[in-house]
């Protein structure tokens, strides 16, 4: 039992009789003490007060608190309700010699008095009044948490992940039967589920005031052609055999066009879903399509877009003018000049003589893995065999950021700059004339005409501003991590070969084997692999 203290009043004066715990009970604690005797308007001699609560420890202490005799004080408690509302709890004092007890109707309609009507616990009470435990925090009233719901969220019934890479043979080698990044779907294959939300519950406070659950997130199927989704709409299903593909946020499946060749015979292609050339694309002939373009034999110098991915199963000789751009990634037997763009990865045996640019990394590193001539610009990392060539072919390769997302910084950077410019000139008259219309100074119709017109203008920059701001923001962290982007070498490099990380650079002055390329202190610095 807790040690605990009540008041003893006599017929000259009043003391504090301190009784020491039992058991594992604890002892009178001096706040305690303090707290009473303030709410009772009692004064007291404080250190004294401590070193006689330190003295109930193990025996029964009595306190002289001053001369004269005042009326018993009845059990009562110090009620304390928690910040957020969610609980109430109190501590119980003891009657003084001669005060009543309180019962279990004065307990809740003082609870009630206070605004306290809800989670009351009318079996603590009953267990306090039962075994009364003094000097001891009891739960008396508790409200309702509110129950958290579920967020909906999307099930997708194939592999939505845009970096995953193609299986390679034994030798390095790309295998073209197992690509891994194409999701074939046939009629009738369940493309998608959606989980919708769970609402989740309402709770309430002590004072019976609502407490609404935390808002949930919402999700709807979004979809293009050749997809049915059910009356209910939680299920994707496809009408038709081809491939399917998330596309930002809509699930997209194409039916296949499948051509021979593309040449004379069938022109330029564009085309809404996937395409697959069984043979060759000859030179100046072009391939567009939304999903992706598949070529099972050689592209010549043609032009090659995709809003998914390209593979060419022999590879590619664009021979100055043929160019590829891939929204999701390249993958090529060979590349040799070339001009090709990929959002995603670029994979490939060889690399010559060509500029490619990819939104993650460069993997050259099959049984030949060269890089010889060109520019090679990876955001994230480049793997390659071989870098560069005895004959001392121009080579530059770049890691660290995208070089399209570099510009489009700069660009943005320079257009936030001139939209501040103007604002600067704009917002200095607009506060002098607010502050003249303020004073009662009347303007004139001409005058009034021009502070609109810069009303239009502060306006519409602000909000160009504020625009590019969070797209060069976006930007900034899609760029690549330049402490982490590196290039790998798992051969030799040469000579001449030109290693750009960032904003620094260096130029291999002697060959090397098995190494990477790192940025450390501001300089590009040559690493054991």
Known sequence: MNGYFKLIHEADKTSLKLIPPSGDGKPVNVNDVIDYMTMKDYACDLPNLKRAVDAAMDKEVVFVLGQGKRAPERECYKLTITPDKMHAYAKFYAASEGGG???AGEILRDLEA????SGIKKDAIAQFLQNREYCEDILLAEGRQPVRGKDAYIEYKFNTDKKAKPTLNEDGSVDFFNLNILNHCGKGDILAILHKEEPGESGEDIYGTRIRPPEVKTAKLKFGNNIELSEDGTVLTSLVDGHVELIEEDVFVSDM?????VD???GDIDYDGSVQVNGNVFTNFTVKARGDIVVKGVVEGAVLESGANIIIARGMNG??????TAKG?????FLENVIAQADGYVASESILHSKITAGTEINVDGRRGFISGGRVCAANAINVKTLGSEMGADTVVEVGADPTVKNRIAQLQKLIEEDTKVLQT?????????QKISQGIKLSQEQLKHIHSLTIVNQQKSEAIKENESQLQELIDQTGDIAQAQIRVKGMVYPGAKICIGDVSMVVRKSAHYCRFVRERGDVKMAPL
């Open 257 to 261: 066009l499948i051509v021979e060749n």
């Open 319 to 324: 021979k100055g003018k043929g160019s590829l």
């Open 426 to 434: 704009v917002q200095p008259v607009l506060i002098a004339a607010k």
């Open 114 to 117: 206070r605004g306290v009507k």
């Open 329 to 333: 990634n390249i993958v090529a037997k």
């Open 101 to 103: 007890e309180v019962n």
């Open 264 to 266: 004379n015979s069938t």
